[in-house]
């Protein structure tokens, strides 16, 4: 099997030298000409209930070629035998907690994770029940009704490592749903740690440039059938342009990673001695819990930082306000760096006792570090941490 990177390059082009082009070709079609009626009917058939594909595509609520050759590439890249795109991350759980809500109502979820993912398991917009627990009382909260495991490994926004391999054994038969956005299979691929489903938004790491909104999900066959069900039912399709973006920005994805990666390492570090921060989450420092996760289910501590400052909300703000180079805004995986405050921003839909049970406290703030010059990085932080709480580097 090629390496990782070489995958990244040429996964999902498989049929490139049939059609004789080099580049992705974009097929914008809405609907597709049926000139046998009984092929168009068979195709039909067979796409509504959940096919990869068939003779024809009929629609493109049904079916994309663009799109199938995307998830054709990302789910190489997790050791999947399928992937299932959507129009957004929030969509591709959305569907999964739609197809589970017709095998029991009740879900086991460990905290924390992306702040919309928890409202909406919450919330029982889906038909489902969600249970909040903590790793270690998976198995004993189980039961007949539980239809699902989920959790987000880092987590979203303190970067905690959970063991998908422990998670599982404790699920026993519950099937288990991993969040992997903030790794990416160049850091984690927990299908080989016994995942049922492999959830990203697409958004981030997987597009990489800030122009694309997508999700995905890295299954067997049997489920990625199952959610395309779902998916033609509800609509919550990928959009071609979209999917051309993502495959697009695949090939780069080792290499942004791994120069993310690097420049995180270096400003963890570095904040971890600034007068200005009290506590700098990151797997890659010394004392980080379930540290023997790095080396054995990810292989790197990643690009994502969060870090908490002196001075509450007020200090935050002010930091997000100072900086040059980075740019204050939500999400993160782009290939510029990222600062945000989750308790004002993309935790905000929690109550503030589930943020404060979480670690998100009003002074921190979450960092998604680009690939821009490290040394260029660390001089803007540090000159907003100055800047904002009129304390020097160290």
């Not at 489920?223 to 039912?233: E, G, K, N, W």
């Not at 791994?258 to 010394?286: T, W």
């Not at 990810?298 to 703000?317: N, R, T, Y």
């Amino acid at each position: 099997m090629p390496h990782f990177d070489t995958m990244a390059v040429h996964a999902g082009r498989d049929d490139f030298a049939t059609l004789c082009v080099h580049a992705p070709p974009l097929d914008l079609s809405t609907t597709y000409p049926i000139h046998d009626l009984d092929t168009g009917t068979a195709s039909f058939d067979a796409l509504v209930a959940g096919a990869a594909q068939a003779a024809n595509p009929i629609y493109a609520r049904l079916h994309n070629p663009t799109v199938a050759r995307t998830e054709a590439a990302i789910a190489a890249l997790e050791g999947t035998e399928a992937c299932v795109a959507f129009a957004s991350g929030m969509a591709a759980l959305t569907a999964v907690l739609l197809e589970r809500s017709q095998h029991g109502k009740h879900v086991l979820v460990v905290r924390p994770l992306y702040g919309t993912s928890d409202h909406l398991l919450a919330s029982g917009l889906c038909g489902i029940e969600a249970e909040f627990v903590a790793a270690d009382e998976i198995a004993a909260r189980r039961g007949a009704d539980t239809c699902l495991v989920v959790i987000e490994t880092p987590s979203n926004p303190t970067l905690n490592l959970v063991d998908i391999g422990a998670v599982v054994a404790a699920a026993g038969p519950v099937p288990v749903l991993v969040d992997s956005t903030f790794a990416t299979p160049v850091l984690q691929r927990p299908a080989r740690h016994g995942a049922s489903w492999v959830l990203h938004s697409a958004t981030k790491f997987l597009g990489g440039h800030g122009d694309v909104i997508a999700g995905v999900v890295c299954c067997d066959q049997s489920r990625a059938t199952a959610l395309r069900t779902v998916r033609a039912a509800t609509g919550a399709l990928l959009h071609p342009l979209a999917a051309w973006l993502l495959h697009r920005g695949l090939p780069t994805l080792p290499l942004r990673v791994e120069r993310a990666q690097a420049n995180a390492q270096l400003i963890a570090q570095r904040l971890g001695a600034h007068p200005a921060v009290a506590r700098v989450f990151y797997p890659g420092l010394p004392g980080n819990a379930n540290a023997h996760l790095l080396g054995t289910q990810m292989s790197g501590p990643g690009a994502l930082i969060a870090f908490e400052v002196h001075g509450g909300h007020a200090a935050a703000a002010a930091v997000m306000a100072a900086v040059k180079v980075m740019t204050p805004a939500v999400s993160l995986g782009s290939v510029d760096t990222l600062i945000q405050h989750p308790a004002g921003l993309t935790h905000r839909v929690l109550d503030a006792a589930t943020r404060a049970a979480s670690g998100i406290t009003p002074g921190l703030l979450r960092l998604s570090v680009g690939i821009e010059h490290g040394e260029d990085l660390w001089n803007d932080l540090a000159q907003a941490l100055t800047a904002s709480t009129g304390t020097g580097v160290v």
